[in-house]
């Protein structure tokens, strides 16, 4: 579904993502880890069109979009969730969700119930303003936000930070479940190695801004994913 090839990215003159090569297919979790400064985020703003391509090619569904606006990725069937529990703070979680399903007319309803089904915490705090929630509840409402628009591709930007560890597993949860059976593909950037690799299909290590380990998820796999991003 996503294809990255050869991928330099950088702001300015100054390259920071040098020669990416990975996929993502339809249903698959892949994970990139790293340490502070290694790349990751900019790798996710360049795979959705926030900063230009400078070398290699994105593909996606099979089109060519290296050149495509970040809203016509969207489109597509892209969906990101940045860093930072994302969320509108003065308005309750029901309107924050109806900000986004009131846009799909007569699917509204269905597609407000699948994203709230996936976070049912989230039923409880229906009526209390999203500021008002923890962060890991906000982050639960920033995934169910864009799981409204029913995304070929998630992609998600340490959806980890700041948030309780009970919380953290219920999120790892909801990932794998909207992988495995909404068959949506997954790029989850993260700093929490054994959050991101133990239940992933795949993994990638990248440091200054290129790939120096990769292998399949699994709990096996985290110490060696750990032992790469010390090197």
């Known amino acids: 579904m996503l ?13 920071v993502v040098n020669d990416i090569d990975f996929s993502v297919a339809p249903g698959e979790w892949v994970s990139i880890v790293g340490n ?42 892209m969906a990101f969730v940045p860093q930072g ?6 308005m309750t979680v029901d309107e924050n969700l109806h900000v986004v399903a009131d ?10 119930d699948e ?24 982050q639960q409402l920033s995934i169910a936000r864009a ?14 930070e700041g948030i309780q560890p009970n919380i953290v597993a219920e999120i790892q949860q909801s990932i794998r479940s909207m992988a495995e059976n909404k068959g949506i593909g997954v790029i989850l950037v993260e700093q929490k190695v054994q959050f991101a690799v133990e239940r992933a299909d795949r993994y990638y290590v990248l440091a200054a801004g290129r790939f120096i380990g990769t292998g399949e998820g699994g709990s096996a796999a985290v110490a060696e994913a750990k032992a790469a991003m010390r090197v």
């Open 3 to 15: 294809e990255v090839t050869g991928l330099k990215t950088g702001y300015g003159k100054v390259s």
């Open 103 to 112: 846009q799909y007319g007569s699917e509204a309803k269905a597609r407000y």
């Open 85 to 90: 529990q994302q969320s509108f703070g003065q």
């Open 115 to 138: 994203a709230v089904a996936a976070f049912p915490v989230l039923k409880e705090f229906t009526d209390r303003r999203a500021g008002l929630l923890s962060g890991g509840q906000r």
């Open 147 to 160: 799981l409204i628009t029913r995304p070929k591709l998630m992609i998600l930007d340490e959806p980890t």
């Open 36 to 77: 502070n400064g290694a790349g990751k985020t900019t790798l996710l703003k360049s795979i959705l069109g926030l900063l230009p391509v400078t070398g290699g090619t994105v593909t996606f569904d099979g089109v060519d979009i290296t050149k495509t606006a970040p809203n016509k990725r969207i489109r597509m069937g």
